[in-house]
């Protein structure tokens, strides 16, 4: 069964440290997306991304966050200036039609 | 503004006691309920779609329905293998296509032998 790779599986930054954490989608899916679950919370969304440009996002992603799709395969969502409270595992997902969103192991990210 | 609230928040069954777990919702221009399962430190995991109301869905010991307000998660003679966190997901609709998914914080079920 296809699947949505995620890497690495758990990173750990110091604060103030740039983190980019890497998707790589299922080959015939045309939408991308991050989603967050600090622990013990609710999945968030944060961004789609959708004919490479950003299609929707929340108001958690702010300027801190930006993602891209630098060679047509990889999907990066990128935190400049982590923050203690970026501390979270990181979901990517993705699907494409009306159907349920195929995610992503997850990255733990740890900012000490 | 749109909100999903799952309950119970925990449930311990004993194995081949069935239950059920609820997820009501109240979002502007539903794009479908979506079921995941969650096993500690992973992805969720996809289970099911409901579109409309009436609609039902199966798989294995596992069902699930949908109203105009909520769904439901019904478990039956649940195994062990069966405990994991339910999350439940409405999608969004913006134009014709479906947007985010807005999440519960899930159902804590533990099946005990």
């Known amino acids: 069964e296809p699947e949505v790779t995620q890497t690495p599986s758990h990173q750990v930054t110091q604060m103030g440290q740039e983190v980019i954490l890497r998707c790589v989608p299922i080959?015939?899916?045309?939408?991308f997306y991050w989603y967050r679950q600090i622990l013990g919370q609710k999945v968030e969304f944060l961004v789609s991304?959708?004919?490479?440009?950003?299609?929707?996002k929340s108001e958690i992603f702010d300027d801190q966050f930006s993602v891209e799709r630098p060679d047509g395969s990889n999907f990066t969502l990128k935190i400049r200036s982590t923050k203690l409270e970026d501390s979270a595992m990181y979901f990517c997902?993705?699907?494409?039609?009306?159907?349920?969103?195929?995610f992503g192991s997850g990255t733990r990210l740890t900012v000490v | 503004e749109d909100q999903v609230t799952q309950s119970p928040e925990a449930l311990r069954l004993q194995e081949g006691e069935s239950s059920s777990l609820n997820c009501s919702y109240t979002?502007?221009?539903?794009?479908?309920l979506f079921w995941y399962r969650q096993d500690p430190g992973k992805g969720p995991e996809f289970l099911f779609t409901?579109?409309?109301a009436g609609e039902e869905k199966e798989k294995e010991r596992l069902k699930a329905t949908l109203t105009k307000k909520e769904s439901f998660l019904h478990i039956t003679a649940p195994k062990p293998e069966d405990s994991a966190t339910y999350l439940c997901?409405?999608?969004?609709?913006?134009?014709?296509?479906?947007?985010?998914?807005?999440f519960g914080r899930g159902t804590q079920l533990t099946v005990w032998p």
């Open positions: 997901a409405v999608g969004h609709g913006r134009g014709s296509t479906l947007g985010r998914l807005y």
């Open positions: 991304f959708y004919n490479n440009e950003i299609s929707e």
């Open positions: 979002v502007s221009g539903l794009r479908g």
């Open positions: 997902a993705t699907r494409w039609g009306d159907y349920g969103y195929t």
């Open positions: 409901l579109y409309s």
């Open positions: 080959s015939n899916h045309l939408y």
